[in-house]
Structure formats: C-alpha cells, structure tokens
C-alpha cells in the first residue's frame, strides 16, 4: 500500500523536487507525493517525504525541529549568502580569534526576528523572492520570528577562514541568513560553503534512503522504507482515543480533550499543535483552550484502499 513516510537522504545539487517526481514515478503517477520542507538544491541531508493521505500532514511534520552541519567561509559576501551566489566583497577577517567567534553566536539563540535570503522561495507580493530579485526588482522582506535552540562551533577555526557549526532549529529558519548576520556581526562578512541537515525531529541519517540510488528502486523495494506513522505523531503531545471519539474527529468535530488518554509529550509545543490517536485515524490539530477541545484539522485514516 502506497501510504506513509520516506526519509530521503538528498544529495547535493539535487532538488527536493525531483526527489518528489522520482517517487511518484516509481509509485505511479497518481499517488500523491509531498514534502515536510524542502532543502536547497546545494544543500544535503535528510529530506521527509509524505506519500498517499500522509501529504494532509505536511503542515504538522514542517513543524518538526531540524539539525543542521554548516561550513562557513569568513570574509566572504555572496548574494545568495552561500557559495552558489554572486561575490559581493571579500573582507578581512584575521582579527577574528575563536574566543570572539563562540561569543557573537550566543545573541542568535532563543527567538529572534530573521530577515531571509533575497534568493529564497519567501512570498513577497503574491511572488518568491527568487523570482524577483532574478527579474531585478526591487523589493523588501519583512524579518520573521524564529527560534534557535542552539548553535555551537564545532571545528577550530581554519588558516583558510573556513569553520562548522552545528545548529538546532525550527520551522522557518535559514541558517543562510544565520551566516550572513554572524558575518555583520564579527565585520568581517561570512557564506556557507556546504550545508547538510542531520536530523529532522528524531528520524535520524541511518534510517534513510540514499537519494542517488531512489532511481534503482521498485515500487515492492521502496514500500520496504516506509516507515510507521507513530514516527510522525510521536513528535507530537499525542492522546489515544477510543472508537465513538475517532468517529467523531473523522466528521471533523472537535472533542472534549479529556476523552483522550495522553500517551506521551511530544518536542513540538503543543500550544501549537496535538495529535489524536485511534486504530484506524492519526488526527493532527490544535487545541481550544478556553473550552478545553481538541479541534481535528487533519485527518489520515490509515489501511484505507
């Protein structure tokens, strides 16, 4: 059965959405394919993908907290804030001692405002901001709220200015424009030379498929990576319900919360989001605090034909 999850480990210089089109392709034409967030063509690492009545959930599994390796170039500007782009200056960066660079990090943890890459797929004005800043107009991005749960150095800073961090995040993140401000922040300007997500919740590079080899697989093959839906709603605070409540929930009705009995917490708040389980039902929503309801926003029954 054509349904669940796919742990795409994407190479570099690979777009996520040919990794959608390859699946479909082996699955058929008419299985429905989608993604929990896409990765830069030059980026690498671990890419979600949401295969038949999973693809309801994207917005739910796009809220799973990512990890990410960077390499940075010191003294470098690009105007896609990575290696791909355009040099915009090249700066000294020699006064920048190991000591100085551990400190500028600390004032990117915690929430913060963003302003993303010019070269990104943001929505300015109905368009993407790619689309725009190709065309030559100009335009502005408004900064968005994001969290950063962590960011450390990882290597010693190179004779060559290259250095890795390691960075734990949320949903709306660019850890591009993360380099561009550490960059204004140590005068010296920064640009990510290679990026690899590592971790995407808890689903991990070893339960992974090497997205080189996606083409060499048969459907029968492919099926055999799937994998349990409980590895998606177990990120959420998740409640079992009984039959009479999945019923319910499956028409769209929102339920006294207490007619759950809560499983387990889950690393995504559930101010934001819950999640009901039943035998047959995953269904992913929200809660309305003042009554105390569980509201159903998206419903995936599971073994349906």
Same mark, same amino acid.
């Given at each position: 059965m054509n349904e669940g999850l796919l742990l795409i480990d994407k190479d570099r210089g690979r777009r996520s959405t040919s990794c959608v089109s390859i699946v479909r392709s082996i699955l058929g034409k008419k299985?429905?394919? *989608?993604?929990?967030?896409? #990765?830069?063509?030059?980026? $690498?690492? =671990?890419? =979600?993908?949401?295969?038949?009545? /999973?693809?309801?959930? +994207?917005?739910?599994?796009?809220?799973?907290?990512?990890?990410?390796?960077?390499?940075?170039?010191?003294?470098?500007e690009t105007d896609t804030c990575d290696g791909e782009g355009t040099v915009l200056a090249r700066l000294p960066w020699d006064h920048v001692s190991e000591e100085a660079f551990d400190r500028e990090l600390? %004032? /990117? #943890?915690?929430?913060?405002?963003?302003?993303? %890459?010019?070269?990104?797929?943001? !929505?300015?004005?109905?368009?993407?901001? !790619?689309?725009?800043?190709?065309?030559?107009?100009?335009?502005q991005i408004e900064p968005r709220p994001i969290w950063i749960g962590d960011v450390r150095r990882v290597s010693p800073l190179r004779p060559e200015g290259t250095v890795d961090l390691e960075v734990d995040c949320h949903q709306?993140?660019?850890?591009?424009? =993360?380099?561009?401000?550490? *960059?204004?922040?140590?005068?010296?300007? &920064?640009?990510?030379?290679?990026?690899?997500?590592?971790?995407?919740?808890?689903? $991990? @590079? &070893? @339960?992974?498929?090497?997205?080189? !080899?996606?083409?060499?697989? +048969?459907?029968?093959?492919?099926?055999?990576?799937? #994998? %349990?839906?409980?590895?998606?709603c177990s990120h959420f605070t998740t409640y079992r319900c009984q039959e009479r409540t999945a019923a319910a929930l499956a028409h769209g009705n929102a339920v006294p919360l207490a007619e759950g009995r809560r499983l387990h917490y889950g690393v995504v708040p559930s101010e934001r989001f819950l999640c009901f389980r039943? @035998?047959?039902? #995953?269904?992913? *929503?929200?809660?309305?605090? @003042?009554?105390?309801?569980?509201?159903?926003? &998206?419903?995936? /029954?599971?073994?349906?034909?």
């Open positions: 299985t429905r394919v *989608g993604h929990a967030g896409t #990765l830069d063509s030059p980026a $690498s690492g =671990l890419l =979600l993908l949401l295969v038949g009545p /999973f693809t309801r959930a +994207s917005g739910y599994a796009m809220a799973l907290p990512k990890r990410y390796v960077v390499r940075i170039q010191l003294g470098v600390l %004032p /990117f #943890l915690g929430y913060r405002l963003q302003t993303p %890459p010019r070269i990104s797929a943001v !929505h300015v004005q109905g368009k993407r901001a !790619h689309a725009l800043a190709r065309q030559g107009e100009d335009f709306g993140t660019y850890v591009r424009s =993360l380099v561009r401000d550490l *960059g204004y922040r140590l005068r010296c300007g &920064a640009t990510v030379v290679d990026l690899r997500r590592i971790g995407l919740g808890d689903l $991990s @590079e &070893a @339960e992974a498929i090497c997205g080189s !080899h996606l083409r060499d697989l +048969s459907a029968e093959q492919l099926a055999a990576f799937f #994998l %349990p839906p409980d590895r998606l039943g @035998e047959s039902l #995953l269904s992913f *929503g929200s809660l309305e605090k @003042e009554r105390g309801y569980f509201q159903p926003r &998206a419903n995936i /029954f599971l073994g349906r034909k």
